[in-house]
C-alpha cells in the first residue's frame, strides 16, 4: 500500500464475501464486487491466490501465497496470469521452465512483498521481547506454528511435550494457529495458555511479528518454516513431507525438548539455511515491493494493458462458476 501510495496509484481491495470480515485495513477502499472490478478498468490486478477473473482488464500478476514449493500446486500453469514475480532463484527457474513451454506470460524475480515487514518495527519488538524474557526470567522464546491440514499437524502429538517445556519455565512459548485450525485444538492450547505465564496463544492474522521475536520455530509441514528461515534462525518440524529438508525434522514427538536445546546450542543447520535464504529469497533490504511495481510498469509499458485474457473453455467456465457469473 504504502509503494502504491507514494507512486500515487489509484487502487482497490477486492474480498470476497466469504473473507471480508477478515480484511484488516478498515480506513481502505475495497469491494465484493466484481462489477465494481469490471467498471474499475484497471491496469494491473495483483493476485496472491491462484485465480482471476480472465474477463477483467489489467494485467493478471501472481504474486503467490507461500514459500512451500513442494506443496502440490504451487508450480502448476492454470494460464490466469501474464506475469509471475518469483521471491528467488528456485521459483524463477520453475516458472522459467513452464514459460519456454507456453511462451504466454513473462516471470520477473523481485522477492516477496510480504517479507518487506521483517523491516518494519523491528527495534521495537526486540525491546518489548527483552523485557518479557527478562520480567519471566527466561531465555529465549519459542514459537509453535504448525499447519492446520488433518493429515500433516502436529497440534495433536505435541500437546505432552510442549507442556513440559511450558512447565520448565526456560522458555517463552508463543502460539500462532492459521485461521483454518480445527476447534479442539484452539481450545486445547488456549487453554494451557491460561495455565502457564510463560505461555501465549497469539490472535491476529499478523504472524511476521512473531517471527522476528522468535528464537526458533516448531511446525510440521507449513509454508512458515520458510519464511521463518529466512530470519537465519532454527527451525524443528515433526515428520515434514518435504524431499528437500534443510532444517532439524524430527520422527519422535518426545524428542522435542532435546531438539530445541541442541538447535539453540550447535545450530548445526546454519549451512543449510544459507542455502535456503540463497534459494528462496536472497533479499533483506525491505524493497521487494518497489521491485514488483517495477516490474508491473515495465510489462505495461512493453506490451500495453490487456484487455482480457485468453483461455480455454473449461477454464473460463471454471472462472465464472468461482466468480459467480453468468
Not at 543449510?272 to 533479499?283: L, M
Not at 506490451?303 to 485468453?310: L, T
Request: charged content about 25%.
Amino acid at each position: 500500500m504504502a509503494v502504491l501510495k507514494e507512486r500515487n496509484y489509484d487502487y482497490t481491495w477486492f474480498i470476497t464475501s466469504k473473507l471480508i470480515t477478515l480484511f484488516p485495513f478498515t480506513d481502505e477502499p475495497v469491494t465484493q464486487s466484481i462489477q465494481d472490478l469490471i467498471d474499475y478498468k484497471s491496469d494491473a490486478i495483483i493476485c496472491p491466490g491462484n485465480e482471476v477473473p480472465h474477463y477483467l482488464r489489467g494485467v493478471k500478476v501472481q504474486i503467490f501465497h507461500g514459500l512451500a514449493g513442494e506443496k502440490k500446486g504451487h508450480f502448476r500453469i492454470r494460464h490466469y496470469f501474464d506475469l509471475y514475480l518469483t521471491q528467488g532463484p528456485y521459483f524463477t527457474r520453475g516458472f522459467n521452465a513452464f514459460k519456454e513451454k507456453y511462451k504466454d506470460f513473462e516471470v520477473v524475480q523481485t522477492g516477496w512483498s510480504k517479507l518487506d515487514g521483517y523491516t518494519n518495527n523491528k527495534e521495537a519488538l526486540l525491546i518489548e521481547k527483552n523485557a518479557l524474557l527478562n520480567s519471566l526470567d527466561a531465555n529465549k522464546v519459542l514459537l509453535y506454528a504448525p499447519t492446520f491440514s488433518p493429515s500433516l499437524t502436529s497440534a495433536e502429538a505435541f500437546k505432552t511435550q510442549l507442556e513440559a517445556i511450558a512447565t520448565s519455565g526456560e522458555f517463552i512459548i508463543n502460539i500462532k494457529f492459521h485461521d483454518l485450525m480445527a476447534q479442539e485444538y484452539i481450545v486445547y492450547y488456549k487453554a494451557l495458555a491460561e495455565r502457564y505465564p510463560n505461555v501465549f496463544f497469539k490472535e491476529g492474522r499478523n504472524i511476521v511479528e512473531q517471527f522476528i521475536v522468535a528464537d526458533v520455530l516448531i511446525s510440521d509441514t507449513s509454508s512458515v518454516i520458510y519464511e521463518f528461515l529466512l530470519l537465519d534462525k532454527p527451525v524443528i518440524t515433526l515428520n515434514n513431507i518435504s524431499e528437500n529438508i534443510r532444517w532439524n525434522d524430527i520422527k519422535d514427538p518426545s524428542a522435542l525438548s532435546k531438539a530445541v536445546i541442541d538447535n539453540l546450542n550447535e545450530d548445526s543447520f546454519k549451512t543449510q539455511r544459507a542455502e535456503v535464504i540463497a534459494e528462496y529469497h536472497p533479499y533483506n533490504d525491505g524493497k521487494s515491493t518497489e521491485r514488483m511495481m517495477d516490474a508491473i510498469e515495465e510489462y505495461v509499458t512493453k506490451n500495453g494493458v490487456p484487455e482480457k485474457r485468453k483461455l480455454s473453455l473449461f477454464r473460463r467456465s471454471k472462472i465464472n462458476k468461482i466468480f459467480k457469473r453468468k
